[in-house]
């Protein structure tokens, strides 16, 4: 994800797992296959860590807050030619739209239990802030802002002003407290 595919040949691949070049192209038959099952472990691996979060967390905006700031450790490791070139393969892009439905369905689930809560406001029209949500994404990875930007601060600003705007008073007091303890985590994780 760091260096794109073109950058990344076969040969290193096998090299780093520690194997044959024979034994990976036997194991994925090419690179897009072999890509192709990265991506959907990342996937899994994503999973695992939002069911961990929710499974923490006091409240909806809490789970949101942190799984925010782990996508955004997640997209400051991946470059633009990564994603560029990943959808030059349309098993790849298959995947992802796949993924992104997926996604998309988990996330009205979500929203839905938190407008029960009392945490997000029940007026707001989910499938254009779902789509608003993958136009900023694409755009955080673009401009690369984390190069120019901490994470933690991307989010931030993400969550106190698209964010807040879904949440009732409740909510954006849930999101302050959700803010405080990843700030005091991490000062916590530097030192």
Do not use: W
């Given at each position: 994800?760091?260096?794109?595919?073109?950058?990344?040949?076969?040969?290193?691949?096998?090299?780093?797992?520690?194997?044959?070049?024979?034994?990976?192209?036997?194991?994925?038959?090419?690179?897009?296959?072999?890509?192709?099952?990265?991506?959907?472990?990342?996937?899994?691996?994503?999973?695992?860590?939002?069911?961990?979060?929710?499974?923490?967390?006091?409240?909806?905006?809490?789970?949101?807050?942190?799984?925010?700031?782990?996508?955004?450790?997640?997209?400051?490791?991946?470059?633009?030619?990564?994603?560029?070139?990943?959808?030059?393969?349309?098993?790849?892009?298959?995947?992802?739209?796949?993924?992104?439905?997926?996604?998309?369905?988990?996330?009205?689930?979500?929203?839905?239990?938190?407008?029960?809560?009392?945490?997000?406001?029940?007026?707001?029209?989910?499938?254009?802030?779902?789509?608003?949500?993958?136009?900023?994404?694409?755009?955080?990875?673009?401009?690369?802002?984390?190069?120019?930007?901490?994470?933690?601060?991307?989010?931030?600003?993400?969550?106190?002003?698209?964010?807040?705007?879904?949440?009732?008073?409740?909510?954006i007091d849930a999101m302050k407290?959700?803010?405080?303890?990843?700030?005091?985590?991490?000062?916590?994780?530097?030192?």
């Amino acid at each position: 994800m760091k260096q794109g595919i073109r950058n990344v040949k076969m040969d290193d691949i096998a090299m780093e797992a520690g194997i044959s070049k024979r034994t990976l192209y036997e194991m994925f038959g090419d690179k897009e296959n072999l890509l192709l099952e990265c991506l959907r472990q990342h996937a899994r691996n994503s999973e695992m860590e939002l069911r961990r979060i929710t499974n923490r967390a006091k409240n909806p905006v809490e789970v949101y807050v942190y799984a925010m700031e782990r996508r955004g450790k997640v997209l400051q490791n991946i470059s633009t030619a990564f994603i560029t070139e990943s959808l030059k393969y349309e098993s790849v892009r298959q995947f992802l739209e796949a993924d992104k439905a997926e996604n998309r369905a988990r996330a009205r689930d979500f929203f839905m239990d938190g407008i029960e809560k009392g945490y997000f406001r029940s007026d707001v029209k989910l499938e254009i802030l779902f789509t608003f949500g993958e136009i900023m994404s694409q755009f955080v990875i673009e401009k690369q802002l984390f190069e120019s930007y901490p994470v933690l601060e991307v989010v931030e600003t993400l969550s106190d002003t698209i964010f807040r705007g879904l949440c009732t008073q409740k909510g954006i007091d849930a999101m302050k407290d959700a803010l405080r303890l990843i700030s005091r985590e991490n000062t916590r994780a530097r030192d």
